[in-house]
């Protein structure tokens, strides 16, 4: 199958030497969920701002149904963007505070002269509002008289008005409360399974993604270094900061025997990054080659790669776990 | 059981809000033992860091403490002159370290600052005492260090000055609100390390302060859940997480993403958390809880023992009748 959202080589670097994204490659099918995970500064959410040219990479090609947006004309990439919608994190900032809810889902389609007319304008706002479960009367309101689960409903309304067939969602439910995470994890699948989209899910909660996505992809300062279809990622990561991250991550099990990972040090600076592989610096494993030598990224099984010179499952021993 | 070493008695706190008066805590009762370790678990809007600040009298104007006592070690902390007891014998951190700490002192002076005000100790004891603090926290080179500024540090270094700073004094509660909420998981993971050491090392009892239900049950012995300013449900650990008495307590352990569950959909709970300017009359939860009846929407549920260590406010404790 033919992939939706091809990315090759992908790098932005910034002024002052900041590597934000220095080289990552994946793709997206139609239908599937990626998740493309890490912590701060890992260059998650430059990668997906780049994966739409909201941001200019500084290389790499960026296939999207086949055609490589790079090469597209300023009128032939806004054309494109129909097929292309974001969700924001912060369900508070993303959305105009002087605009009603009507005329914040209207917009896109305004822009890409979707509905003709006036009327179909407003059944399409109105259908909109229906798909992500918020009343017909929320058209005329503010987005201030809604709370931080429902403004993220709003915002999945305005992106998938335009009919895309790629939504690229940063950390959309990362500001919301637990008991409002499910809703709208929920509503995405939902959303997928109704209208056939693909998401490229930026998350840092390792166990939302366990949720939603189809295969994972996790970062660290700039590289990817291991993709895994979820299931198989959650019970067999190869690479030792995928480990890390998964034991780090405190589970709700009173008394459970943890076999914790404590990484030592602070994340470099992406201004810095160390030589060899990146994650020598907090690696437990870290040997001479892996201070001089960029591991390349090693398929460890069907759809599994692994950028580690010792990739292998559970890598790091129990003794040096805590 | 020995006296606790921090009760706070049927808090309620009131602010003014436009003309208003909204009670983002109501009615709030819970104990510490010594060295003990206790969570307050809550989502936003519950009430829990307005428990904290009012614990502190950090309190903004607009605010104060309407009704209830607070005891540390036996004394009202309304009579015992505050300034005298916070930072010495009551350390905190909260979820900010940029905002918490000074920019433009040094972070050796900021650690060493609560000493020399309470006059614990001379000046040169003090930096002396606050580079062994900064080197107990985990930070490498604190001679060095301690000449930085907050901006020169990442989160999780200021993170740990504020613990040091916070235990400088060798307090005998700490209470710490969100402490990790704002780091990256992995700096998280070395943070409540630190935490979990130092209250071995030292003793001293905590309040935690978090949303996170994992968390909460990795570090803490006894837990407080909050819903919309009020205590719906207080236990030992153990119980809460395999018998929850609430259905708030029930629903939020259920709808907690988990690790190593392949179930794709998640639970969810309706509806949204109510702010403090309309919290509905009865149980604060009644809108969005499957087994209300209609009782629970007219009058507030009286707490409800169900072990000697676990009680919940929940009407259908009592078959769903005043007792």
């Avoid at chain 1, 914040?104 to 002269?113: F, K, T």
């Avoid at chain 1, 160390?274 to 001479?288: K, S, V």
């Amino acid at each position: 199958m033919t992939a939706l959202l091809d990315i090759e080589n992908l790098s932005k670097h910034f002024p002052g030497g900041v590597r934000a994204v220095d080289g990552i490659s994946f793709h997206i099918a139609p239908g599937e969920t990626l998740a493309l995970v890490g912590e701060s500064g890992c260059g998650k959410s430059t990668t997906s701002r780049l994966a739409l040219r909201l941001l200019e990479p500084t290389t790499g090609s960026i296939r999207f149904n086949g055609e490589d947006l790079r090469t597209l004309s300023p009128a032939a990439l806004r054309r494109r963007r129909r097929d292309m919608q974001i969700v924001f994190q912060d369900p508070y900032a993303s959305l105009n505070p002087r605009m009603t809810i009507g005329e914040i889902i209207a917009e896109p389609l305004r822009v890409h002269g979707l509905a003709p007319t006036r009327a179909a304008m407003q059944a399409r706002v109105a259908e909109l509002l229906d798909r992500v479960g918020l009343p017909p009367d929320a058209a005329a309101r503010y987005p201030r008289q809604f709370s931080g689960g429902q403004r993220q409903r709003i915002g999945i309304a305005r992106a998938i008005g335009p009919n895309p067939s790629l939504v690229v969602a940063d950390e959309p439910v990362s500001a919301l409360d637990v008991s409002l995470q499910g809703q709208v994890v929920n509503l995405l699948q939902d959303l997928q399974e109704q209208l056939g989209l693909s998401y490229l899910f930026v998350a840092h909660d390792l166990a939302v993604v366990r949720h939603i996505a189809h295969r994972v992809a996790v970062m660290y300062l700039g590289v990817i270094v291991e993709t895994a279809p979820a299931d198989r990622l959650f019970a067999a990561p190869h690479h030792p900061y995928t480990q890390a991250l998964l034991s780090a991550a405190p589970e709700p099990e009173p008394g459970a025997v943890r076999n914790r990972i404590i990484l030592q040090g602070e994340i470099p600076s992406p201004r810095a990054i160390p030589p060899g592989c990146r994650f020598h610096t907090r690696c437990p494993l870290a040997q001479d080659i892996c201070r001089a030598q960029t591991p390349p990224n090693q398929q460890v099984a069907p759809g599994h790669t692994a950028a580690c010179h010792f990739a292998a499952p559970y890598p790091i021993p129990t003794e040096s776990r805590r | 059981m020995n006296n606790p070493l921090l009760q706070v008695e049927g808090l309620t706190t009131a602010f003014r809000a436009g003309g208003a008066l909204i009670r983002p805590v109501q009615d709030v009762s819970f104990s510490v033992a010594q060295g003990g370790a206790l969570g307050i678990v809550g989502e936003s809007g519950s009430g829990k860091s307005v428990t904290a600040l009012s614990i502190l009298r950090l309190l903004p104007d607009t605010a104060r403490i309407e009704t209830g006592r607070i005891l540390f070690d036996g004394t009202d902390l309304a009579t015992a002159g505050m300034t005298s007891v916070r930072g010495r014998d009551i350390g905190m951190v909260f979820q900010e370290p940029m905002t918490s700490l000074n920019p433009v002192l040094r972070v050796g002076d900021q650690v060493a600052e609560s000493l020399t005000l309470h006059n614990i100790c001379p000046p040169a004891e003090a930096r002396a005492r606050a580079i062994d603090m900064l080197r107990r926290v985990g930070l490498s080179d604190p001679e060095r260090r301690a000449q930085d500024y907050p901006h020169q540090m990442s989160g999780g270094m200021r993170q740990r000055v504020m613990i040091a700073g916070a235990l400088v004094c060798r307090p005998r509660l700490l209470i710490a609100d969100e402490p990790t909420t704002a780091l990256d998981v992995t700096i998280q993971a070395q943070i409540l390390d630190i935490l979990r050491r130092m209250r071995a090392e030292l003793g001293t009892a905590i309040v935690l302060i978090t949303h996170d239900l994992g968390v909460i049950a990795e570090f803490v012995e006894s837990v407080v859940v909050m819903y919309a300013g009020r205590v719906v449900e207080r236990a030992d650990v153990a119980s809460l997480f395999r018998n929850p008495g609430h259905p708030y307590t029930t629903g939020l352990l259920r709808a907690v993403p988990r690790l190593h569950d392949v179930q794709r959909r998640l639970y969810q709970i309706p509806g949204n958390v109510p702010p403090p300017t309309r919290f509905p009359p009865g149980c604060r939860f009644a809108p969005r809880c499957a087994e209300a009846r209609p009782i629970c929407t007219e009058h507030v549920p009286p707490e409800i023992a169900l072990s000697p260590s676990q009680s919940a406010a929940c009407w259908k404790h009592t078959g769903f009748a005043r007792p």
